[in-house]
């Protein structure tokens, strides 16, 4: 069992930046897919990057440009560097992993493991 923790999110006004950071529980290069996701209130959860384990990475058209997805095996922790963030970035986060190798990588069911969330808020 993968136990996912995030960490990093805030409240930021339009422009700034913040980096969350996903500490795995377990061997963390093991894990072929991990991925952030963001939901906001009342819309359906949407994929923002991901990455394998052969450091391949994919971001959402609306990430793209802004922000940066990495990870260090070493410190099993994902990270997610998100700059000139925008009001509409505002969301809950969730990091999560696959057990396997995956069809679909920006589709939740996809995944077997996910974290709790943390929360980012950019103001205008």
């Known amino acids: 069992q993968v136990q996912l923790v995030e960490s990093g999110g805030g409240s930021v006004q339009a422009g700034g930046s913040l980096r969350l950071s996903c500490a795995a529980s377990?061997?963390?290069?093991?894990?072929?897919?991990m991925a952030w996701f963001r939901q906001a209130p009342g819309k359906e959860r949407e994929a923002v990057a991901t990455?394998?384990?052969?450091?391949?990475?994919g971001l959402a058209d609306s990430a793209k440009g802004r922000f940066t997805i990495s990870k260090d095996n070493a410190k099993n922790t994902m990270y997610l560097q998100m700059n000139s963030l925008k009001p509409e970035d505002s969301a809950t986060y969730y990091c999560?992993?696959?057990?396997?190798?995956?069809?679909?990588?920006?589709?939740?069911?996809?995944?077997?493991?996910w974290g709790q969330g943390t929360q980012v808020t950019v103001s205008s």
């Open positions: 377990g061997y963390m290069y093991s894990l072929p897919y």
């Open positions: 990455i394998d384990s052969y450091g391949r990475t």
């Open positions: 999560a992993a696959s057990r396997g190798w995956v069809v679909d990588a920006l589709a939740p069911a996809s995944y077997n493991y």
